[in-house]
Nanobody, 123 residues
């Protein structure tokens, strides 16, 4: 079992940057693949980025590739999402999620979810 808590959301102007954090409690964080997802009003939740349990592999949605960077610090049980060159269409509630071992991008395959943090990008 793992509990996840996101932080770092807020209001930013287009072109700006934010760094989201997701702190995990529970055991064996280092065996969990971590993912970031987002859900905009009236839209389905979508994949943003994922990182393998040992940080060897990262995956990004095409819409954020080159602008967002996912990373993790297993010593701190934390995963990060550095977001740069933000656009109004990045406005959404951002969720972190966890699953053991295999790195996947489908939200249906993640077992644990945080409560989300709001990111609003103004034009």
């Amino acid at each position: 079992q793992v509990q996840l808590a996101e932080s770092g959301g807020g209001l930013v102007q287009a072109g700006g940057s934010l760094r989201l954090s997701c702190a995990a409690s529970g055991r064996a964080f280092s065996v969990y693949t971590m993912g970031w997802f987002r859900q905009a009003p009236g839209k389905e939740r979508e994949f943003v980025a994922a990182i393998s349990f040992g940080s060897e592999s990262t995956y990004y949605a095409d819409s954020v590739k080159g602008r967002f960077t996912i990373s993790r610090d297993n010593a701190k049980n934390t995963v990060y999402l550095q977001m740069s060159s933000l656009k109004p269409e990045d406005t959404a509630v951002y969720y972190c999620a966890a699953r053991k071992w295999r790195t996947v991008t489908s939200l249906n395959e993640y077992d644990y979810w945080g409560q989300g943090t709001q990111v609003t990008v103004s034009s």
